[in-house]
T-cell receptor, first 117, second 112 residues
């Protein structure tokens, strides 16, 4: 149980284009999903927290107009990187918080590697 | 000072060794402590979840929390080459926020 999927797992795009990344909780409902960014050999950097049906809460320094987050259902959240530039190249990971379980913890997706040319 | 400190390694051990991974933290408000394993180019996988002080065992893994010292540990017994990965500790405040604070991760290499 507690499986989270991400799609795509790997994407290359040209500078200036937008890229959408999907995060799905496959066997549980996730009232809260998180989006992280990870640079090589570094830890996870929380970008934003999204709750189903409401606006995402962005961490300090994260541009909300550049990283659009939509959490339309209890099993799906999307991150859209708008007008991507090479400095946006990174590993993006989502996680989903379980609800109604004793552990109340986050389960992570496999990540999406974005390369902007 | 970072809220959570973790030695980045790499830590190399021979197969079969007992591995000890540690994190220290500065905020006594942390109540929930997690250990995640992350293979290269993959998402983190939850290994252990503990609340407050004490020990928790699951197979070859044992998690310890010492809140008085603000110190948590993950022990891996009979380490295997397949245990080679980066191990991240994570902490959460008392209920009311779901935000995790992660350590930088320790790279572990188990040599066959």
């Amino acid at each position: 149980g507690a499986v989270v999927s991400q799609h795509p797992s790997w994407v290359i795009c040209k500078s200036g284009t937008s890229v959408k990344i999907e995060c799905r909780s496959l066997d549980f409902q996730a009232t809260t999903m998180f989006w992280y960014r990870q640079f090589p050999k570094q830890s996870l950097m929380l970008m934003a927290t999204s709750n189903e049906g409401s606006k995402a809460t962005y961490e300090q320094g994260v541009e909300k107009d550049k990283f659009l987050i939509n959490h339309a259902s209890l099993t799906l959240s999307t991150l859209t990187v708008t007008s991507a530039h090479p400095e946006d190249s990174s590993f993006y990971i989502c996680s989903a918080r379980t609800s109604g379980r004793s552990t109340d913890t986050q389960y992570f997706g496999p990540g999406t590697r974005l390369t902007v040319l | 000072q970072k809220e959570v400190e973790q030695d980045p390694g790499p830590l190399s051990v021979p197969e079969g060794a007992i591995v000890s991974l540690n994190c220290t933290y500065s905020n006594s408000a942390f109540q929930y402590f997690m250990w995640y394993r992350q293979y290269s180019r993959k998402g983190p996988e939850l290994l252990m979840y503990t609340y407050s002080s004490g020990n928790k065992e699951d197979g070859r893994f044992t998690a310890q929390v010492d809140k008085s010292s603000k110190y948590i540990s993950l022990f891996i017994r009979d380490s295997q080459p397949s245990d080679s990965a980066t191990y991240l500790c994570a902490m959460k405040y008392t209920s009311g926020t779901y935000k995790y604070i992660f350590g930088t991760g320790t790279r572990l290499k188990v040599l066959a």
